[in-house]
């Protein structure tokens, strides 16, 4: 088994030709997928921001695209009329700012107003390779997925680095935004973190913990709290 060093798995795609000797492999495998979704190359994990908006379904996998290894992740995105036939959009979110250098990881999406937003974590680790994971926002224009500047917010300082997948949606009856973040607690216990906000884009606060009675012990992380 091929060994993969931590520079190979945050290898950034600099030339997509570079991927095609590999996709040939993939494509050419008597184990390639004909009806799943399965990606062009290397490894799909977490699906993302299932949702339909302007008459398709939108689909986002995390994308791994060297190998069938965790390594730095794109979010690749595929769209459907009828969840049975898929068409390759490419690339809907990369690894390209200061807060999400060392992978773009799991989130959500958020039909408002009928704009379509990609809600993320932001995965950025320091010279000593401590996480810092951001919670970031990315709007469609134009047929690209547009990041804002700057983090809705960024990681909690009374939890773990283990703080991410934002789950966003709108409750109308509060007329409010919220995200539930999947969270560890000093303790090592999982927790659900919840963030409200009167608009999408900006003032998110934290309010707190989600109750979840009965689970206070169960595990040490919630990953992908929806």
Known sequence: MKDWPIEERYKKIDDPNNLTKLYEEVKNSKYKQKIH???????LNDPNGFTYYNGMWHLFYQWFPWGPVHGIKYWYHVVSEDLIHWKNLG??????????????????????????????????????????????LAQLKDDKFVKQELPLFGPNPNYTENQRDPNIFYNKKRNKYFIFLGAQNKNNKPKILVY???????????????KVEGYEEFGEMWECPN
């Not at 979704?37 to 490894?43: H, K, N, R």
């Not at 999400?100 to 937003?117: A, E, F, I, N």
């Not at 809600?119 to 000593?128: E, I, M, Q, V």
């Open 91 to 136: 690339i809907g979110l990369k690894p390209d700012t200061n807060y999400d250098d060392y992978g773009v990881h799991s989130g959500s999406s958020l039909v408002d107003r009928d704009q379509l937003y990609l809600c993320f974590t932001a995965n950025h680790r320091d010279k000593n390779w401590n996480r810092i994971a951001s919670t970031m």
């Open 196 to 210: 409200s906000s009167n608009k999408v884009g900006e003032g998110w606060e934290f309010k707190g913990e989600l």
């Open 37 to 43: 979704i399965s990606p062009l190359t290397g490894l």
